[in-house]
């Protein structure tokens, strides 16, 4: 899909900064250029396109629809609306007590909670700019099964107790939204795609640099040693890593791609970048006004096992 | 703010009237642009209006707010999840008027 600007790229290195492609300067420069270029394209049109999408769901619309699934079925459509609804992860808390408190399952509310947000527009426009359809595919399909069994394994571990008390007494009011037009709508995907690469392009810039260093200087035998998918730990540690940071890490994804081409996991990739944006600490501790820490304790360890164990079924697969 | 709003002069008139606006929002990025976006206009404009930036969440949620930031005006909720920008405030401003 990119050749043409593949052959601009190289043209550009070669005939204007006069750089041969065969020199680790001429092929970590094209690989800025090249990357940045191509991520930022692909990134303004999906998050376009999934935003306009998006507009057609909302936090009430599909509470309203929770509430009439029960049992396993409420998880799997909980995960399934948590990748189309339009959800920052700063209304967390207000939506947590109005699942709460509509009736709707704890369980089925964290599937929600799960995978809302490692199915995150930018993550997959990344995803599809640097691996291809593929696999951006199947982390969207992994990130509604870590959901939907996450959910079920707190359902079934009963911590309803473990909700804030105050969280029962609420009473929240209906809202009724106003219709949105075409116009509406584009605007709302514009506002979105502007919003997103506000927030990321300097951690792209900064992780796609990194990535065209590591692309003409990083030994591949040395990391193929540490971060290859023989290494049993590499994903364990690349969760770990990943928690404390937030979805701005998203630019970490350049570095990624890099790093499978020197035959780093691509599950270790992944799973890094589902803990980033799962279990992020500023998630954790908005929750924490709502959910007492024994529920966030499991919470953290359901998710970040469900993670590590896609991470390591990616090395397998891929 | 949106590719297809132009830059006319508001032709809204907004003399002798008041406003109660309120802002829902837990403290987040989006929450204080639109609490920014609604002051901008409040001093722009001459519009006389009390505001307030509501970040209990008992509060938040009897609104019936759950995806912040939410905007109400004069009692009555708006919108939410949106940061509203200048075309968009000041048509709301209005619209509260009609009622």
């Known amino acids: 899909m990119f050749n043409w600007l593949d052959n601009l790229v190289r043209s550009l290195v070669k005939d204007v900064f006069n750089i041969s492609m065969d020199t680790r300067l001429g092929s970590s420069v094209h690989f800025f250029i ?3 270029i191509k991520i930022l394209i692909l990134l303004m049109v999906m998050v376009f396109i999934i935003s306009y999408i998006r507009s057609y769901f909302s936090p009430e619309k599909t509470k309203e629809a929770l509430e009439k699934y029960s049992g396993i079925s409420g998880n799997i459509f909980a995960s399934l609306f948590g990748i189309v609804t339009p959800f920052c992860s700063c209304s967390s808390v207000p939506l947590f007590i109005a699942f709460v408190e509509a009736g709707i399952p704890l369980g089925v509310t964290f599937s929600f909670l799960i995978t809302s947000p490692i199915v995150n527009e930018a993550a997959f426009a990344i995803l599809l700019a640097t691996f291809g359809w593929k696999l951006a595919l199947f982390y969207v399909f992994t990130g509604v099964v870590v959901g939907v069994v996450g959910g079920i394994i ?9 909700v804030e008390e105050y969280v029962y007494e609420l009473v929240a009011s209906e809202y009724e939204e106003e219709k949105m037009n075409f116009r509406d709508r584009i605007d709302f995907a514009i506002t979105n795609v502007k919003d997103i690469l506000r927030r990321i392009w300097i951690f ?5 640099g990194i990535g065209a260093l590591i692309h003409g200087w990083a030994p591949s035998d040395v990391l193929n040693k540490y971060a290859g998918r023989d290494n049993p730990f590499g994903v364990i ?5 990943g928690i404390p940071l937030y979805s701005n890490a998203l630019g970490t994804i350049p570095i990624a791609e890099v790093l499978i081409k020197k ?3 691509v599950g270790t990739a992944l799973s890094f970048m589902m803990a980033t944006t799962a279990l992020s600490l500023p998630e954790m501790i908005l929750l924490r006004k709502v959910i007492k820490p024994k529920l966030i304790t499991r919470f953290v360890i359901i998710v970040g096992v469900g993670i590590i164990i896609v991470g390591y079924m990616f090395n397998m697969l891929f | 703010m949106g590719i297809f709003s132009k830059n006319k002069k508001s032709n809204y008139d907004f003399s002798g009237k008041k406003f109660e606006i309120k802002i829902f929002g837990t403290g987040c990025a989006k929450c204080d642009k639109l609490e920014k976006n609604v002051q901008n206009i409040v001093d722009k404009y001459n519009i006389e209006a009390v505001t307030e930036h509501v970040t209990d969440i008992k509060e938040i949620l009897s609104a019936g ?11 009555k909720l708006i919108s939410t999840s949106k940061v509203l920008n200048e075309r968009e405030l000041l048509k709301k401003l209005s619209e509260s008027l009609d009622v």
């Open chain 2, 65 to 75: 707010v759950i995806s912040t930031p939410g905007l109400m005006i004069n009692g």
């Open chain 1, 237 to 241: 540690v690349s969760v770990i890593i």
């Open chain 1, 204 to 208: 792209l810039v900064i992780g796609i």
């Open chain 1, 154 to 162: 707190i359902d079934k571990m009963h911590l309803e107790d473990e």
């Open chain 1, 34 to 36: 090249y990357d940045t």
């Open chain 1, 263 to 265: 035959g780093v996991g």
